[in-house]
């Protein structure tokens, strides 16, 4: 089983809908989560860190459930552009402070 | 540009031969990583380095790869008698240590390897 978990889509969305990504994570000492964007052939970006009291900014809200060790993305009102991977990610706390990816989840935003 | 540079962008090589890839992190942070990310995966984590010292080694990484860091600032990975299976985007990132745990890391455009 992998150490963080989301389902690889994709997800085929009108412009304006509202879609949610879903990740869980397996290590209940992970310190950090993230959500990262990456284009076609490309390095992964940071989008968004994501707390447990939820955060939000602009279209894209996350929340983090340290309890069920859940994290989601909520991205309102699609744009063309939003079309990417978008990877689920925890950083585990010690010494080395790597982190953990998901498969990605790929969206493709249709016109 | 004070971005994390990876080099080269893309590299073809026979299988058997080997390669180096290249990383030069943001100035000030002391902390490199290498990835490795292949077609419907998220990256995987290869290797870190702390300044110039290598402080975690995954077990992905076979006797065949190699990564120095040797003045803490620039790092090689070097892949030798390279495989079909080494096929695959070499990422590099850097971060700052001590720095905000809620802080991701800055990655590098990476390294297109093919082996043919």
């Known amino acids: 089983r992998k150490e963080v978990e989301q389902d690889p889509g994709p997800f085929n969305v009108p412009e304006g809908a509202t879609v949610a990504f879903n990740c869980t994570y397996s290590n209940s000492a992970s310190q950090s989560f993230f959500w990262y964007r990456q284009d076609c052939r490309k390095e992964p970006k940071l989008l968004m860190s994501v707390y447990s009291s939820g955060n939000e900014d602009g279209r894209f809200t996350a929340q983090l459930n340290r309890a069920s060790q859940y994290i989601s993305l909520l991205i309102r009102d699609s744009k063309l552009s939003d079309s990417a991977t978008y990877l689920c990610?925890?950083?585990?706390?010690?010494?080395?402070?790597?982190?953990?990816f998901g498969t990605g989840t790929l969206l493709a935003v249709q016109p | 540009d004070t971005g994390v540079s990876q080099d080269p962008r893309h590299k073809i090589t026979k299988r058997g031969q080997n390669v180096t890839f290249r990383c030069d992190p943001i100035s000030e942070h002391n902390r490199l990583y290498w990835y490795r990310q292949t077609l419907g995966q998220g990256p995987e984590f290869l290797t870190y380095?702390?300044?110039?010292?290598?402080?975690?080694k995954s077990r992905l990484l076979s006797d065949r790869f190699s990564a120095e860091r040797p003045k803490g600032s620039f790092s090689t990975l070097e892949i030798q008698r390279t495989e079909q299976g080494d096929s695959a985007m070499y990422l590099c990132?850097?971060?700052?240590?001590?720095?905000?745990?809620?802080?991701?890391?800055?990655f590098g455009s990476g390294t297109r390897l093919t082996v043919v």
């Open positions: 990132a850097s971060s700052f240590s001590p720095g905000d745990p809620n802080f991701g890391y800055t």
């Open positions: 380095f702390q300044n110039e010292a290598q402080l975690e």
């Open positions: 990610v925890v950083k585990r706390g010690g010494a080395t402070n790597k982190l953990i």
